[in-house]
């Protein structure tokens, strides 16, 4: 097939051959590339690249094209660590230096949270790497066939089988190479966890929630996040703390010693995380409630002078909840957010332009190496007088 010349602004087709260069890299991993005045969506590109690549599929505004040939590589392109990384769906920026992977996610932060927040002054402090680049995961869900642990191929739902994982602490590797006697059908998907006390289990996951549905999955730096939560409170007395999606307390407990004289308030809706909970819980000053979050909202404000911490799932607490607690006498709102577009959307909601908040600082942490994933904390203030 020869590959297509258009005239500047003239529509690609899929099927097209092209060469193309990598801006930089998107929200959800793909490289970006511009040609002839039309935007492409590249996966596995990294920034720098110059490639060949094919047309796959063509939307209104821009075009998905998959590689063809690397012909000059990215200053940061690298051989993965990983030998199962070309085919395995699991981890999708393995082919990126890790010092790439750093720029390009606090590149990505900010850039969306000033499409979200124009006009907006971002005081983006400096990126937050992980203290382990591999081997840091404490929770997986691989995928089981035929007496074997894997993951899907990329972009497919054809199983490739894995003897080891890079990215899982090694005690759960343990199961890639004898996977444990459960009886499953086809490709079901299997849940590896390390308990606190540093136990491998593993088990068939039933739900999308399972025990440990939403728990850090990278200790080491949840440590960095904890640490930071508590350095960004310096200073504050407040008498009530709301701790929003609380989980299993892994913010409430290190807010309950850093304010022994306040109220702590946590909310969460899963009955088997409040269960944990209540069970460890040993202060008088602190409830965990079960609640949706936002029904919970609708209901209740915080008492003025409040401190909210909110660390909801990767869809974000959403508008409604973000304008309840901005509409409430707080002071103090802590933001940490698993995905940069939903923290955007949510502080939106805040920050407008007759708001009583102000975006006091935003930090980014790389809790998910060798992926697009990133971890955000930001913090809000509510302004005096």
Avoid at 124 to 134: G, K
Avoid at 352 to 357: I, K, L, V, Y
Wanted: charged share 25%; with cysteine; hydrophobic share 35%.
């Amino acid at each position: 097939m020869s590959f297509a010349k258009h005239p500047a602004g003239h529509r690609p087709a899929a099927g097209d051959r092209l060469e193309v260069e990598i801006d930089k890299l998107a929200v959800g991993g793909q490289g970006i590339a511009r040609h002839d005045g039309f935007v492409f969506f590249v996966p596995d590109a990294a920034p720098g690249d110059r490639l060949r690549v094919e047309v796959r599929v063509l939307h209104k505004n821009h075009a998905e094209a998959e590689i063809l040939e690397v012909l000059r590589p990215g200053e940061g392109r690298r051989e993965p660590p990983c030998h199962y990384a070309p085919e395995c769906g699991g981890c999708n920026w393995q082919h990126l230096e890790e010092s790439v992977q750093h720029e390009q996610k606090q590149r990505l932060v900010l850039e969306t949270l000033k499409k979200f927040l124009p006009g907006q002054e971002i005081p983006l402090l400096p990126f937050v790497p992980s203290p382990r680049s591999l081997h840091y995961r404490n929770r997986v869900q691989p995928r089981w066939s035929d007496g074997r642990l894997g993951y899907f191929k990329r972009r497919s739902h054809d199983f490739l089988p894995v003897d080891q994982c890079l990215i899982v602490e090694e005690p759960l590797n343990a199961f890639f190479r004898r996977p444990p006697p459960l009886p499953t059908g086809d490709t079901a998907r299997i849940e590896l966890r390390l308990t606190a006390e540093g136990k491998a289990e593993a088990s068939l996951q039933t739900s999308t929630e399972g025990a440990f549905g939403f728990s850090q999955v990278n200790r080491f730096q949840n440590e960095d996040l904890i640490r930071t939560v508590l350095d960004w409170t310096q200073g504050l007395s407040p008498a009530t703390v709301w701790d929003l999606y609380a989980g299993s307390g892994n913010f409430t407990f290190p807010l309950i010693e850093r304010f022994p004289h306040s109220e702590v308030v946590a909310v969460e809706l899963s009955k088997t995380l409040v269960r944990l909970a209540r069970e460890k819980n040993k202060s008088k000053q602190a409830k965990f409630h079960l609640s949706d979050v936002q029904a919970w909202t609708r209901r209740r404000f915080p008492p003025p002078g409040s401190l909210v911490v909110l660390d909801p799932p990767r869809a974000g607490a959403g508008p409604e909840v973000l304008r309840s607690l901005a509409a409430s006498d707080a002071d103090e709102m802590i933001y940490i957010a698993c995905h940069p577009v939903s923290l955007a959307r949510d502080l939106a909601a805040v920050l407008r332009p007759d708001s009583r908040w102000t975006l006091t600082r935003v930090q980014a942490f790389e809790m998910f190496p060798q992926t697009d994933h990133v971890e955000t904390i930001a913090q809000l203030s509510r302004r005096r007088g």
